[in-house]
Structure formats: structure tokens, C-alpha cells
């Protein structure tokens, strides 16, 4: 670099003078610049652009990607892989069950149930009988207090208390009686419970009119009387109780007879 001129070896003149001119000529440098060669001498591998690329190449002791390394094989069972997780992720989501029944409450047995009361005469299967269904019974029992409230009865306290003991009663006159069959305490409270629907409408009826008088007292016993033949015909078929529905048709008479005294006091 010693050999390579000054500032002024641009200039042909003097810079700053009238005549100067500019030397566009490359300096001399003084030596001579080798560039090195190198010889490849390891085979070039043609890169194939068409092969599919499943995984990543193992990184070899020369520290290159071997194309080779991929294969249809490897690419095939990476696919397949991939399906059958997205397979089985979508068959679990598939198989699992709905939200209500997941939560105890079905749909259709609650309808069942319900028409099964509102006519003693229809036959039901013994499983949905024997289905321990509480959603149907609470928001029976929450209707009947709601439509006594609008009565001017606060009377909450007297549902649920002559329906647990009447459920705890029922359950151990059946066990007594029942020989065929297991006789669980939620299908005799859910029994109980959708039986108290013509009380239900019973208290429907106390809202529009008076029932304290002789039209009351029978309609009261009308209802009495449809909610003792339609919980002794479920406990009959629930429970395979042939010949005794008339034995259990008398104390859920009396049981009935209490929510009515409650429903016209």
C-alpha cells in the first residue's frame, strides 16, 4: 500500500487551479493478486425436487442433507399416521355423549313420563319407569310453590317436606311388597314426583277460582284420585307388581290427600 499514490495522483494538475484535470488511470499496486482454485472432487448428487419430504434427514458425519434419505415409504407412513390421529381425534369427539344426558336428564323420558301420568291408561316401558329422573319432579314441585305463592301461600317448605317423607315411606313399603325386582329410592321419588302434576293443575285452578267450597271438594277428589291410579300403575310396571297396584293405589291416596289439603287451605 506505500506504492499507491497520494491524493494528488488523481489530479493532473495542481487541484484548485483553472486547468485542473482528473486522472481516471488505476495505480499500480505493486504485486500481483492470486485468487486460490479449490477442486471439488466429491460427487455431486443431483437434488430431486419431486421426492416428498416426510421428516427431516438424519445429519450424517459430513454434516449434508441426503436427499435419498427421504422416501415414499417413510412418506406414506407419516400420512397415515397423521390421518389416523385426526381420525381418532374426531371418533372422540364423535362418541362422547350429550350435554343433558351427561347431566342425568333425558328428554324423551321426561315426556313419556309425563304423558304416562296425564293418562293412567297408557302403557310405558318398565326402563324409563325405573329411570331415575329428578329434573321432572323439581320443577313439578317448583311449580306447584309458585302457583301457591300467587295464591298468597308461602307453602315451599311443606312441598319438599311431605315429599321427602312420603319418598322415604314409599320406599320402604316397596322394598317390603316388591320381590321381583330392586326398588331404588330415585325411581320411587321420581315416580312421586311426576305424579303431582294433576296437583299442579289443581293449583292452576286454585289461582283463577275459589276451590274451598262443594266444587272444590270435588275437584279435589278427582285429583286425588288421578294422582293414586297413576303412581300405583308406574309402581305396578316399574316394579313388576302384578295383582297389587290396588295396595299401593290407598296410601298414595292419602300422600295426594295431603298436598291437596295444602293446595285448598
Same mark, same amino acid.
Given at each position: !500500500?506505500?506504492?499507491? %499514490?497520494?491524493?494528488?495522483?488523481?489530479?493532473?494538475?495542481?487541484?484548485?487551479?483553472?486547468?485542473?484535470?482528473?486522472?481516471?488511470? #488505476?495505480?499500480?499496486?505493486?504485486?500481483?493478486?492470486?485468487?486460490?482454485? &479449490?477442486?471439488?472432487?466429491?460427487?455431486?448428487?443431483?437434488?430431486?425436487?419431486?421426492?416428498?419430504?416426510?421428516?427431516?434427514?438424519?445429519?450424517?458425519?459430513?454434516?449434508?442433507?441426503?436427499?435419498?434419505?427421504?422416501?415414499?415409504?417413510?412418506?406414506?407412513?407419516?400420512?397415515?399416521?397423521?390421518?389416523?390421529?385426526?381420525?381418532?381425534?374426531?371418533?372422540?369427539?364423535?362418541?362422547?355423549?350429550?350435554?343433558?344426558?351427561?347431566?342425568?336428564?333425558?328428554?324423551?323420558?321426561?315426556?313419556?313420563?309425563?304423558?304416562?301420568?296425564?293418562?293412567?291408561?297408557?302403557?310405558?316401558?318398565?326402563?324409563?319407569?325405573?329411570?331415575?329422573? !329428578?329434573?321432572?319432579?323439581?320443577?313439578?314441585?317448583?311449580?306447584? %310453590?309458585?302457583?301457591?305463592?300467587?295464591?298468597?301461600?308461602?307453602? &315451599?317448605?311443606?312441598?319438599?317436606?311431605?315429599?321427602? #317423607?312420603?319418598?322415604?315411606?314409599?320406599?320402604?313399603?316397596?322394598?317390603? #311388597?316388591?320381590?321381583?325386582?330392586?326398588?331404588?329410592?330415585?325411581?320411587?321419588?321420581?315416580?312421586?314426583?311426576?305424579?303431582?302434576?294433576? !296437583?299442579?293443575?289443581?293449583?292452576?285452578?286454585?289461582?283463577?277460582?275459589?276451590?274451598?267450597?262443594?266444587? %272444590?271438594?270435588?275437584?279435589?277428589?278427582?285429583?286425588?284420585?288421578?294422582?293414586?291410579?297413576?303412581?300405583?300403575?308406574?309402581?305396578?310396571?316399574?316394579?313388576? #307388581?302384578?295383582?297389587?297396584? !290396588?295396595?299401593?293405589?290407598?296410601?298414595?291416596?292419602?300422600?295426594?290427600?295431603? &298436598?291437596?289439603?295444602?293446595?285448598?287451605?
Amino acid at each position: !500500500m506505500s506504492q499507491f %499514490g497520494g491524493p494528488n495522483d488523481f489530479y493532473g494538475s495542481a487541484p484548485g487551479s483553472a486547468d485542473a484535470s482528473y486522472n481516471f488511470d #488505476m495505480p499500480e499496486f505493486g504485486q500481483e493478486l492470486n485468487f486460490q482454485t &479449490f477442486d471439488n472432487t466429491q460427487a455431486q448428487v443431483p437434488p430431486n425436487y419431486d421426492a416428498p419430504y416426510a421428516n427431516p434427514p438424519a445429519q450424517g458425519l459430513g454434516g449434508f442433507y441426503d436427499p435419498t434419505a427421504y422416501t415414499e415409504n417413510s412418506f406414506g407412513q407419516d400420512q397415515s399416521s397423521k390421518a389416523g390421529g385426526a381420525a381418532g381425534t374426531g371418533n372422540e369427539f364423535d362418541d362422547e355423549p350429550p350435554l343433558l344426558e351427561e347431566l342425568g336428564i333425558n328428554p324423551n323420558h321426561i315426556f313419556q313420563k309425563t304423558l304416562a301420568v296425564l293418562n293412567p291408561l297408557r302403557g310405558t316401558e318398565q326402563q324409563i319407569l325405573q329411570d331415575t329422573d !329428578m329434573a321432572g319432579p323439581l320443577v313439578f314441585c317448583l311449580t306447584l %310453590g309458585g302457583f301457591l305463592l300467587l295464591s298468597g301461600k308461602v307453602t &315451599f317448605s311443606y312441598i319438599y317436606g311431605i315429599g321427602v #317423607m312420603g319418598c322415604i315411606f314409599f320406599y320402604c313399603l316397596l322394598s317390603l #311388597m316388591v320381590t321381583r325386582s330392586q326398588v331404588t329410592f330415585g325411581a320411587v321419588a321420581s315416580v312421586l314426583g311426576y305424579c303431582l302434576l294433576p !296437583m299442579v293443575v289443581l293449583s292452576g285452578i286454585n289461582i283463577l277460582i275459589t276451590i274451598q267450597g262443594t266444587l %272444590g271438594l270435588i275437584v279435589s277428589g278427582i285429583s286425588i284420585f288421578w294422582c293414586a291410579i297413576s303412581a300405583s300403575k308406574l309402581f305396578a310396571t316399574a316394579f313388576s #307388581m302384578d295383582h297389587q297396584q !290396588m295396595l299401593i293405589a290407598y296410601p298414595c291416596a292419602v300422600l295426594y290427600g295431603g &298436598f291437596a289439603l295444602i293446595t285448598i287451605y
